[in-house]
């Protein structure tokens, strides 16, 4: 009954939108704040790097993906500093991440004396955490108890995360910042603080889906290996309507998607990869249509008023 | 009214000067505990400068501010708020994808971190019900109406404990029976013991609705008096102050006997942006040569009129006639080319297009017109000569090649505008506050080519709160007050007195 093909794909789902789900997670706090960080591609790929390396030199999976973490909120600073202090054009800055973790991450994983990371296997990876007897319950088992740990992690951030925003004063003083910070700031709150803090959560998120990803997911490491999850990310981002919990069943439909193709192969049935890799970017548009055709359902899932806009006390 | 003799907060000799014009000249003013005190004064007295000191968004240069016999030194609006001094700004400073109660906690003290949104609701309700602003805590501001959001921002001044609240011309923003909602529950608050200060320029409503009255002039205070022992007629010469009545000595009559009608306005109505009527039934005339003159306070119509007129904004009644050919239909390119020059309020916003440069908005009227493009190719050598005309012709200085327009200073914005609109065939010059903010040079220059216009028999609408810009340019001068003409004077027939009873609104009975 755990063979068939049902639970198989839900199980597959779970663990490739995992990734996306940390990535979401940390840029739908960073919009909250009204700072728009298009990088997360670029940031999934320093941490993908990092912890695989990590992973490689330490052979601890927790360092690994610690240390992916971290990569990301380094790659996230430089997108803090220059949409926050400098109030650069956010889509600029987020675009030049992209690039700029892309190249970091491809140089790192080629270059050395030592065998290159691309050749090796890190030899950590996250278990189970649940015996066995749990894990082989009727559909259950797998599809709830049957993860390794990051995946409950996950989980425990989509509640801690959506806790923090809608009920907690700290929560919704980021929320103002990123609705009005003309605002925030008369009500006595620091935006750039506000601001910097929530950039590099976003950062932290999208460093720990990357490493996940190499470590957890695929295994191995190359050049390019999220092909794109970043970018579900940020679409998932504003099909969530800036949520937490839409964004975990959002990632774990993208996540279907992104296995689908397997699925559909084994069955018989040819649909091109490339044609399910653009469902998601379809799934946004028609979210966004039909969110906009309604001006109360535009308004109730209506991104941060002040997203992508500097803000500077003096300029009124 | 509760008032007692008890000053609560005392102000003295403050000063604060932007950019070397002081706003606030050694104002001197007190507010005693459990009164209703209105601030009245024209635009630039300084009512919002004084207001702003005293809620903390602005430091003075000098003087000092007492509060309950303490000198006391704001260095933020949160200041200002934990010593119980309260503002509501004319625009609301409110998070409309919030509710109610969620604005209300907004910036509180990290000791309430823990704080439970049904509690606050519960206590907003309540203190809704205690001061008669009815407001359901759990909406979300942006489903509010504007009245409902103001009692939103008085709520959250109450709610952080403010004992004196500041409001920033209340009335503007709101629909008549919502004022008489509002002074209801500024009649609750003067119960339990807070003091309130009324800013307006609205005579009605200061009468009605204070204890006591400091009239503004120039940022000195003209006086302070009580309000049952004065009335309109003292308060408008106040507010106008002597000092300030117009010179018109030198001014010879012009007679318009012979002159034909440029423009011709019947039964204007303009419905505004919140939906209520702006303009309501305005007529006026223009005749070739003539400038007239619409005095008002700012908000009594003014915008709508001139957007009405230009066709940027739908009228829903009346009609509008150039020349003696009905424009009501056309789009404002058309307009223009039928012979209307407009020189609006805001220079960079709707004058100049900021980021291209001097001569690219020369030609902005013109710039599909032969000689200046053939083929929708732009002809850079005719242009660039034709500007060179204009800003010879109006001395424009500052100007660079490729500068943008945004970088260069007000007066030779203003100019610049004027050179444009005057150098195309016109028959009527609109003309909005034109020397607002602009220095004496400039200003006497761009008086000058209004002047000049009407000349060469062109007609002049000019609209302005400067009173004496009003008095010295125009040959008839209407009073627009609540979206009506309610005054028409010639300079031989002008009192000053009354038409400053006018503008605020006041009833005058001849």
Known sequence: MNDTVLVLSVVSAISAGTPILFAALGEITTERSGIMNLGIEGMMLVGAITGFWIGVETENAWLALLGGALGGILLSLIHAVLAISLRVNQIVSGLALVIVGSGLSAFWGNSGDRPTLVQTKTGVRFDP???????????????????????????????????????????????????????????????????YVSTLVGGFGAGLGGAYLAIGVIGTWAAGLTAGAGWIAVALVILSGWRPWFALLAAYAFGALRSLGFTLQIAGIGVPSDFLAMIPFIATYLVVIVVSASPTRARKVAGPAALAKPYSREAR | MAATEKEILQVRELTKSFYGVAANDKVSFSLRNGEVHGLLGENGAGKSTLCSILAGLYRPDSGDVILNSERIRFRSPLDASNMGIGMVHQHFKLISSFTVAENMVLGLNAKSRNISLGTVEDEVRELARQYGLDVEPSAHVWQLSVGEQQRVEILRQLFRGARILILDEPTAVLAPQECDRLFEAVRHMVERDHSVILVSHKMDEILSNTDRVTVLVGGRNAGTLRTNETDAAELAKLMIGSDHLPKLANKSLRRFVESTPVLTIRDLEVIGDRGTEAVSGASLEVLSGQIVGVAGVAGNGQREFQQAIVGRRQISGGSIMLRGRDITQLSSRARSRSGLAYVPEDRLGTGLASGLTL?????????????????????????????????????????????????????????????????????LLLAASPTRGLDLAATASVRQHIRADTEKGGAVLLFSEDLGEIVELSDLILVLAGGRIVGSYTPATLDISELGLLMTGAKVHN
């Not at chain 1, 088992?141 to 923090?164: E, K, N, R």
């Not at chain 1, 700290?170 to 990123?178: D, I, M, N, Q």
């Not at chain 2, 908005?361 to 083929?375: A, D, G, Q, V």
């Open chain 1, 129 to 195: 955490i649940f015996p066995e007897v749990i894990r082989d319950l009727p559909v259950v088992g797998p599809v709830i108890f049957g993860h390794d740990p990051v995946v409950y992690l996950s989980w425990v951030l989509v509640a801690a995360i959506s806790y923090f925003l809608y009920r907690t004063q700290t929560g919704l003083s980021l929320r103002a910042v990123g609705e009005d910070p003309g605002a925030a700031d008369a009500s006595g709150l620091s935006v750039t603080r506000y601001r």
């Open chain 2, 359 to 427: 001569e690219e908005n020369l030609i902005l009227k013109s710039y599909n017109e032969p000689p200046y493009s053939h083929r929708g190719v732009l002809s850079t050598a005719v242009i660039t000569a034709a500007a060179e005309k204009l800003v010879k012709d109006f001395d424009i200085r500052g100007a660079r090649s490729g500068m943008p327009v945004s970088l260069m200073s007000g007066g030779n914005l203003q100019k610049a505008i004027l050179a444009r609109e005057l150098s195309r065939p016109h028959d």
